[in-house]
């Protein structure tokens, strides 16, 4: 659980006028003529310098009225310029708007990244762009056009002389007074060199759109049927200029200043939208979606396309290519089976709830309990244990679960003629992140993952009882809430406006009863034998989509069968050492969930787990150790500690902040060497982590570690805000040091380290 504070501060905004230049601070509105160029970022110096290597991230523009004759810079520098955005609300533009620019110097490697302009009703007669650069990187820059008067203009979603353009996207939602000349995602003037193509997205939000030269550099073209649509009508018109429009990008410069002569569709990936709160289609529906005049040459290579309608309804559709139109006809209505995605975010929650049930037996906490009781000097003790396990579960549900579990409470022993009893009052709390995979015999449905996390409190009872024979029998009851959000960015019907998650919160339940029989052995050997047997129950649970879906979940009970033993040892005058092995059979855990009225394929998590566990356990109860591995269904690793409020030293030494979930980490790791001092990287990296806008939650220079989260601001398509990264720097010797990036999450470990590490190099030269 982070604490987290947060700093208010209020900034003055400054608007200057001089003879050629509006200073502008972080925030600028706009509400009446200006005669000059604007600036988000403030003012250059006479000659039109900047300060070399300034990194200017951030800014915001707000064009509400009047008459701007001179260019709109969202922020200019001549390095880093990102999270820049321009909205325009109204007025009349009548030059150029850039939502960053970077003019590189003294051969500095620049990035324009996540820069954004948004016109939402306003007069436009020149060129927009969402970033434009000359040396570097120009990607994740978006152009939105929602209305106004567009008055033949190119849009570009990024514009650079030399270095990649890709991921950049634009978005228009009207064709009323829109009169666009031509579109490009990424515009390099170094051709066949840099990768201009690769992830730029056009957006069109309507039909009757008109383009009348040309269409370059798009991969992704994501139509949004709206609901009005009729037979004939058109949602993207591209005029060639009199001239026909190629399918295939023969790798070309595009002259914009000349009639762009090609549509390129070749290695393209065509997605069609229609909203859940729109009729459905029917078979022989056909629709077109690109009309080409005079018409098109050559023929549509390696498109990839598919018709979607939610997340739940896809469409079957034949594409045909005429003479001037580009057309699908609907075939049939099928299920999308990766929804099978949200019941692995759900039948996941059941497995995290077991792992409190299994913290409570773990390394005898009865046994322990009672120890603590019968030693500590009041006649109530309390005591607090932590544990952290990192589950792999591959059956008809395939996930990977981390899980940190706190619990404390209190106990009290009752001395009895035939035994005694031992009760312990309890509350639990615990945090967990988790990923989902699942793939398809059908080859043309492509495997899907999911991310997310889960966070529970909740409160239980204890009791056991202990006859003088050795025999014992201990049961439990808990009741908690259980929250839970579960995200999968590339599932079938996920698009910019949308993406396949939901967020729940519900109340679970879980019991135990078992019985045993300890004994001593010869020597210093002793022996417990015990069978157990877990129920865990999740109450159903209706759960709303971004896309006005429902989902809904039945309820989930997991019940579980234990036999097993332990084998304790008397290793010395403090502590015992104790080690075992159990079988375990899971004869439930099944989800059965449906949308749309559809079932969604149920998933369980039957089937049988060996469990082998060792630890060390103090003989006055103040403290315990254990170590669990499991093989089967689930493969496992569980480590727990346990400490008695009687004894402080041992709760200063083992309760704490542990990095064991990122050292152990595979999948998620990534590493580059670098030639600087462990303080100079340390500072650099928390500087880096503060552009990304993220936020450190434990560092530690001697121990050379920073821990930080919230990186959803620069990574949202790929991890939560609670998602963690670690950063371990290690001192190689020779003046260099290996610099470490890791994360359960390995998909934002690979983007963020990228990001990271260039950024990290591109400081130090």
């Known amino acids: 659980m982070y604490f987290r504070c947060r700093m208010i501060s209020f900034l003055i905004v400054l608007i200057t006028f001089s003879s050629s230049l509006i200073f502008a601070g972080q925030v600028i509105n706009i509400n009446h003529n200006v005669g000059h160029t604007v600036y988000g970022n403030g003012k250059l110096s006479e000659d039109g310098a900047i300060p070399i290597n300034s990194s200017l991230v951030g800014n915001k523009v707000n064009i509400n009225d009047g008459s701007i004759n001179g260019d709109i810079i969202g922020s200019f520098s001549n390095t880093i310029v990102k999270d820049n955005i321009i909205t325009i609300n109204g007025g009349v533009v009548n030059g150029e708007i850039f939502g960053a620019v970077s003019k590189n110097k003294n051969g500095v490697v620049g990035l324009a990244e996540n820069n954004t302009v948004i016109i939402n009703n306003a007069q436009i007669f020149k060129n927009v762009y969402g970033a434009k650069i000359d040396i570097g990187k120009a990607n994740n820059n978006r152009v939105i056009i929602n209305g106004g008067k567009i ?424 502590f015992n050492f104790c080690g075992g092995y159990a079988i375990e059979n899971e004869s439930d855990g099944t989800v059965n969930a449906s949308i749309a009225d559809k079932s969604i394929e149920s998933l369980n998590l039957k089937g049988n787990t060996s469990v082998i566990e060792i630890g060390f356990i103090g003989k006055n109860g103040d403290f315990c150790i254990n170590l669990q591995g499991s093989g089967g269904l689930r493969k496992s690793f569980t480590g727990m500690v346990k400490i008695s409020f009687d004894f402080v030293d041992y709760f200063e030494r083992f309760i704490g902040f542990s990095i064991k979930k990122f050292k152990n980490e595979k999948k998620g790791y990534f590493d580059e060497t670098f030639d600087m001092s462990t303080r100079e990287c340390f500072n650099r990296t928390l500087e880096i982590i503060r552009i990304f806008g993220a936020r450190v939650t434990h560092k530690n220079l001697k121990e050379g570690y920073i821990i930080a989260f919230d990186f959803s601001k620069s990574f949202n398509d790929y991890c939560l805000d609670s998602t963690e990264v670690g950063i371990f720097i290690k001192d190689i010797g020779n003046d260099k040091i290996k610099v470490e990036v890791i994360s359960n999450n390995n998909v934002l470990a690979k983007e963020f380290s990228n990001k990271f590490f260039e950024m990290l190099l591109r400081k130090k030269s």
Not at 318 to 331: A, F, Q, R
Not at 412 to 421: A, D, V, W
Not at 518 to 540: E, M
């Open 151 to 574: 008055e033949d203009v190119l849009v570009f979603g990024a514009c650079i002389i030399e270095g990649p353009a890709m991921n950049n996207k634009i978005s228009i939602s009207t064709n009323k007074n829109v009169n666009i000349k031509f579109i490009c995602g990424g515009l390099t003037t170094i051709c066949n060199k840099y990768n201009t193509f690769t992830g730029n997205t056009l957006n069109i939000k309507t039909s009757g759109l008109i383009v009348t030269k040309g269409i370059s550099k798009i991969q992704i073209y994501n139509f949004y049927l709206p609901a009005n649509l009729k037979s004939g009508d058109v949602m993207l018109t591209v005029n060639g200029g009199g001239q026909e429009v190629y399918l295939i990008d023969n790798g070309s410069n595009i002259a914009i200043d000349n009639t762009p002569k090609m549509l390129e569709l070749q290695d393209t990936i065509i997605n069609v939208y229609r909203s859940i709160n729109y009729d459905k289609l029917i078979p022989g529906n056909k629709i077109t979606l690109i009309e080409s005049n005079p018409g098109f040459l050559g023929k549509m290579r390696e498109a990839k396309f598919i018709l979607k309608q939610g997340f739940a309804t896809l469409y079957d559709c034949d594409i045909s290519l005429e003479h001037n139109t580009l057309n699908i006809i609907v075939k049939k209505e099928k299920f999308n089976k990766q929804t099978i995605a949200f019941s692995e975010g759900y039948i996941q929650a059941i497995s995290f709830i077991n792992r409190g049930t299994d913290f409570i037996t773990n390394c005898k906490l009865s046994t322990i309990l009672e120890s603590v009781s019968q030693n500590a000097s009041a006649s109530i003790a309390g005591f607090g244990i932590y544990s952290y396990d990192k589950h792999e579960y591959r059956s008809k549900a395939n996930f990977n679960t981390n899980s940190n579990l706190f619990l404390g409470g209190i106990v009290k022993k009752i001395n009895l003629k035939i035994g005694y009893l031992m009760s312990s009052l309890f509350c639990e709390y615990g945090l967990g992140d988790y990923n989902t995979f699942d793939s398809f015999e059908d080859t043309t449905i492509a495997s899907i993952e999911g991310y997310g996390n889960d966070r529970c409190i909740g409160c239980g009872l204890l009791e056991r009882f202990s006859f003088n024979n050795g025999l014992y029998s201990d049961i439990s009851w808990r009741i908690g809430i259980i929250e839970n959000h579960f995200l999968s960015p590339y599932m079938l019907g996920s698009n910019d406006d949308m993406i396949a998650q939901y967020k729940y919160d519900s109340l679970y339940y879980g019991a135990h009863f078992g019985i045993g029989y300890l004994c001593n052995l010869v020597g210093k050997f002793g022996l417990d034998t015990y069978c157990r047997y877990f129920s865990t129950y999740i109450a159903d649970k209706d759960v709303s989509l971004p896309d006005d879906g429902l989902i809904k979940f039945a309820n989930v009970k997991s019940n579980r069968f234990r036999i097993g033993i332990k084998l304790f040892y008397d290793l010395n005058k403090l």
